[in-house]
Nanobody, 124 residues
Framework: QVQLVESGGGLVQAGGSLRLSCAAA????????MGWFRQAPGKEREFVTT????????YYADSVKGRFTISRDNAKNTVYLQMNSLKPEDTAVYYC?????????????????WGQGTQVTVSS
């Protein structure tokens, strides 16, 4: 079955950086668009960023644009999220997700598979 496993979360001070990884198994990774979402306590899960199959198209939520970078390595079946200049409001559980949809998917319902999430906590 399909498995998406996130790692790399942790506690970091404001202004710091973290790099999240999401390892995929059970699917033809290079055929899936990948995305990152996050869910803060008491809030709905929200879109962060997405990347297409060939890495040449990315899209970011305004709240992370210029600070976060999504990338993927199809040879390693892994997608990454480099997070710089972290703010306390970035504190959330971060989830990776996979979809075969060709259109730019920014909503939860457009993704077929989800990971379990990794906690990111940014202290002020």
């Amino acid at each position: 079955q399909v498995q998406l496993v996130e790692s790399g979360g942790g506690l970091v001070q404001a202004g710091g950086s973290l790099r999240l990884s999401c390892a995929a198994a059970g699917l033809t990774f290079s055929r899936y668009r990948m995305g990152w979402f996050r869910q803060a306590p008491g809030k709905e899960r929200e879109f962060v960023t997405t990347i297409n199959w060939s890495t040449d198209t990315t899209y970011y939520a305004d709240s992370v644009k210029g600070r976060f970078t999504i990338s993927r390595d199809n040879a390693k079946n892994t997608v990454y999220l480099q997070m710089n200049s972290l703010k306390p409001e970035d504190t959330a559980v971060y989830y990776c997700a996979a979809t075969r949809r060709a259109a730019l998917p920014t909503t939860l319902s457009e993704y077929d598979y989800w990971g379990q999430g990794t906690q990111v906590t940014v202290s002020s």
